[in-house]
C-alpha cells in the first residue's frame, strides 16, 4: 500500500493483520473469508487494491477476480482507479494491462498472477481455479450468485480466499445484511467460546441509539477520521445529506425505508414531548405490559400523574422472551403498589400472561365498583381503542413527558393503526416496528387516568417501602 501510494491506516493494518494471518503449523491462511463493512471513503478500496497487488506479487500464478455492482463499474474501478495508482507507483514496471473487453487483465509477469474482473452473474468466476475473489460494493448485490460462483472454484486452492466489502446498504441488501448478521453472530459465539472460526469479520458502525450529529460518534464509527476525513468535512455531510442517507454512508447503518405517515399517529409531537429529567411520582404509578406479535420481546411500561398535571410514561423494562414478565411485574407492584396492573385481553399476545399473573396474586379486582392497587386491569376492545385516541389527544395537546427511550422513539415512528369503527386502533401487523413499548405505555396510561381516581385515596405512600 505504502508503494502505491497509500501508506496503511491503522485500522487498515489492523485488518490485514488478521485476515492475512498464517498459521505457523500449515502456512496457510487461518481465514478462508474476510468481510469488511465500513462507511464511506474510510480507504476501503486502497485496501482492496493494495490486497490484491500483495496476493500477485507474493506467490505464483495467482488467479484474482474482482466484481462490484456489475461488470461495467468493475471495469471503471478497475482501470480508472487500481490501473492508474499501478501505472503512478514504483511498481509500474512490474505490471502490464490487457484491455480487451472480455479479458481485461493486469498481469504480473515475474510471478505470472493476473488481476482481474467479472460480471455479477451466475456464471462468474468459472473457469481456472481462483485464488483471491473480491466482492465489492456488496450492498448493490440481491442474492448470493457470485459467492456461489466464486466458491467452488476456490475448494481445490489451499491459500484460497474470499472478500467482501460494503458500506451499509438498504432492507433490499439482502445478501450484505446476511452476511453482516452472520458476522456479528461469529463474534459473539466466539468470545463466548473461546473458539475462533475461518472466517474473520470487522465492520464499523453506529447503533441507532448513537446521535448522529455527535462527532464522538464519528469518532468512533468512521476509522480514516483525523486520518483522510476531518470532522469538518462531516459535519458538512451531516447538513447537505438525507439524514437516512447518512446513516448509510457515514454511519454504516442499514437504510431503510421512510415510514408513510400515519395520520392517526402525531409522531412530529414526540421529540417537542422530550424532558430527560422527568421521573414518575411514586405515589401515583400505573403499570402495563405488552408483548410483541412475534413473541420475542415484551415490555412493561409505567404512567404517573405528576405534580404539573401531565403524565410520564416510561418502559421500565423491555427484555426477550416472556418467562420474565411476570416475577418482575411481582416486584414492581410490591415497590410501588401502582393504581393497576394492566394488559390488554386474551385476543391480544400479552393476554395469555392473565392466568399467570393470577397465580402470582395480581388478580382482577374482587369488587369492580372498589379495586385496590395492584390489582388487575384488563383491557377490552374498547379500552384499548379509547386508550389508543385518549394518547393521541395527550400528545397533540402536549400533556404527556418522556425520556427519548430508543425501543419508545422507535415504536412512535414505526407506529401503523387500523380502522375499528369510526375510531383506530394501533396496528402490530402492520408496523414498521416492534410497537409493544408503545401499546404498554398507552394501556399503562388509560389505567392510570381511568383505574386511577377509583382506588382507595387514604392510600400512604411509605407503604410502597415497607
Not at 468481510?35 to 488467479?63: D, F, P, Y
Not at 475473489?133 to 456461489?148: C, M, N, P, Y
Not at 475461518?198 to 453506529?206: K, L, P, Q, T
Not at 381503542?385 to 422513539?409: F, M, R, S, W, Y
Request: with cysteine.
Amino acid at each position: 500500500m505504502t508503494k502505491l501510494g497509500a501508506p496503511p491506516m491503522p485500522w487498515q493494518k489492523y485488518v490485514t493483520d488478521v485476515a492475512l494471518e498464517l498459521d505457523p503449523d500449515t502456512g496457510v491462511f487461518v481465514h478462508r473469508e474476510a468481510g469488511l463493512s465500513v462507511s464511506r471513503q474510510q480507504g476501503k478500496t486502497e485496501l482492496i487494491l493494495g490486497l490484491q497487488v500483495h496476493r500477485a506479487m507474493a506467490w505464483h500464478r495467482q488467479n484474482i477476480i474482482y466484481a462490484a455492482q456489475d461488470r461495467n463499474m468493475a471495469r471503471q474501478r478497475w482501470e480508472d482507479e487500481f490501473w492508474e495508482k499501478i501505472s503512478d507507483s514504483d511498481l509500474a514496471k512490474r505490471a502490464r494491462i490487457r484491455k480487451s473487453n472480455g479479458a481485461e487483465k493486469i498481469l504480473w509477469p515475474a510471478t505470472r498472477s493476473r488481476m482481474g474482473i467479472t460480471a455479477n452473474t451466475e456464471s462468474a468466476g468459472h473457469g481456472p481455479a481462483l485464488d483471491l475473489g473480491i466482492i465489492d460494493e456488496a450492498f448493490k448485490h440481491e442474492d448470493d450468485r457470485l459467492e456461489q460462483a466464486f466458491s467452488p472454484a476456490m475448494t481445490t486452492r489451499p491459500m484460497a480466499q474470499l472478500w467482501w466489502a460494503s458500506a451499509g446498504g438498504t432492507t433490499k441488501s439482502v445478501w450484505l445484511n446476511k452476511k453482516r448478521a452472520i458476522g456479528r453472530a461469529l463474534i459473539e459465539q466466539a468470545w463466548k467460546t473461546g473458539e475462533w472460526p475461518g472466517v474473520c469479520y470487522f465492520e464499523w458502525f453506529a447503533p441507532e441509539d448513537m446521535p448522529r450529529d455527535d462527532p464522538a460518534t464519528w469518532r468512533a464509527t468512521l476509522p480514516a477520521l483525523g486520518h483522510t476525513v476531518t470532522e469538518a468535512v462531516i459535519a458538512a455531510e451531516l447538513v447537505k445529506l438525507d439524514p437516512a442517507e447518512f446513516d448509510r454512508a457515514y454511519l454504516n447503518r442499514t437504510r431503510k425505508p421512510t415510514p408513510p405517515t400515519d395520520p392517526n399517529v402525531p409522531k412530529g409531537k414526540w421529540p417537542g414531548l422530550v424532558d430527560a429529567k422527568s421521573r414518575p411520582d411514586a405515589s401515583s404509578v400505573a403499570l402495563a405490559i405488552d408483548v410483541s406479535q412475534d413473541r420475542s420481546y415484551a415490555s412493561i411500561a409505567a404512567a404517573s400523574k405528576l405534580p404539573d398535571g401531565k403524565v410520564h410514561l416510561e418502559v421500565v423494562a423491555r427484555r426477550p422472551g416472556t418467562d420474565w414478565v411476570v416475577p418482575a411485574v411481582v416486584k414492581l407492584r410490591d415497590l410501588w403498589k401502582p393504581v393497576a396492573v394492566a394488559v390488554a385481553s386474551s385476543g391480544a399476545p400479552a393476554g395469555s400472561l392473565i392466568d399467570d399473573l393470577a397465580a402470582a396474586g395480581i388478580e382482577s379486582p374482587k369488587d369492580k365498583d372498589h379495586p385496590q392497587r395492584g390489582d388487575l386491569a384488563v383491557m377490552r376492545s374498547g379500552d384499548i381503542t379509547e386508550a389508543c385516541g385518549q394518547l393521541a389527544d395527550a400528545l397533540n395537546q402536549g400533556t404527556v413527558k418522556h425520556i427519548d427511550q430508543v425501543p419508545l422513539t422507535a415504536a412512535v415512528n414505526g407506529a401503523r393503526t387500523r380502522r375499528n369503527g369510526d375510531a383506530w386502533t394501533l396496528d402490530r401487523t402492520s408496523s414498521l416496528v416492534d410497537i409493544s413499548p408503545l401499546c404498554a405505555v398507552t394501556f399503562a396510561r388509560w389505567a392510570l387516568l381511568i383505574r386511577g381516581p377509583q382506588v382507595e385515596e387514604d392510600y400512604d405512600i411509605s407503604d410502597s417501602f415497607a
